[in-house]
């Protein structure tokens, strides 16, 4: 075992070590710490792992998702004249 794998393992032994809260602790730390240089893959992996005792939060559609009825009203009728086009090109 190299020293590398050696520092590793002393590192992932104490973390284990640790009650769940403590390790959330460090976790979170790692997350604000911009020097470690985490690449984007492991950040949202110990984001994820940092919540995932948390409470859920129920979805909910609120008025802003919502088209603006210009826009729906516009759509309305790009498809009448659509359809109104496609009645004339195939009637026989």
């Known amino acids: 075992m190299s020293a590398i794998e050696a520092t590793a393992e002393v590192f992932v032994t104490a973390f284990k070590s640790l009650k769940p809260r403590q390790r ?3 976790l979170e730390r790692m997350l604000a710490d911009d020097k470690l240089k985490l690449s984007v893959t ?3 992996s110990l984001a994820l792992e940092s919540r995932r005792h ?7 559609w609120s008025g ?6 210009r826009a729906r009203d ?3 009728t790009t ?3 659509t359809n ?7 009637q026989w």
Do not use: G, I, N
Not at 54 to 60: A, L
Not at 84 to 90: G, I, L, M, R, S
């Open 54 to 60: 948390q409470p859920r939060k129920s979805f909910r």
């Open 84 to 90: 109104e086009f496609d009645a004339k090109e195939w």
């Open 79 to 81: 498809r009448q004249l």
């Open 64 to 69: 802003s998702f919502r088209r603006p009825s």
């Open 42 to 44: 492991m950040k949202d």
């Open 74 to 76: 516009e759509l309305a």
């Open 24 to 26: 959330e602790a460090v």
